[in-house]
């Protein structure tokens, strides 16, 4: 299918302007001290309780190398653990620590707050409105992409 020159720049000017509004391009995601990579990583652990580096680097679509690095620097601060697997002697089992923990909650939390902060000023129609239309991005872009994001 072609796709019209208009709608790859609409696109992309909706991503440029999502991610300055989101602030992801700053040093630091959310005042954390931590890049938005490292930031991912620690939410993905959480979520995920305990993991394999595989798994986050499906999760994640991230280059396994600079994921190794990105735990390394998180282990080091005391943020994750990781534990020889019973399963697999060659993998690691990677797990937040009770500092990683606490991490994990104040991204979210700080996450929640960054899109309250976003909808204010909106009518409850409004932020219905865009609620369905992200939804609806979210449905058809995962169709067409096995994994979801």
Known sequence: M????????????FNRFYTK??????RTVLDTGYSLTEARVIIEIGMLGQCIANNLVDSLKIDRSYLSRVI??????????KEDSTLDNRSNLISLTAKGTELYKQL???????????????SEKEIKQLHTSM???LKKLERINDDSI
């Open 2 to 13: 072609d796709v019209n020159d208009n709608v790859i720049q609409d696109i992309r000017h």
């Open 21 to 26: 509004l989101l602030g992801v391009l700053d």
């Open 72 to 81: 390394a620097k998180l282990s080091k601060e005391g943020l994750l653990i």
């Open 108 to 122: 979210n939390k700080k996450s929640d707050e960054q899109i309250v902060r976003l909808l204010q000023g909106l």
């Open 135 to 137: 939804l609806l991005i």
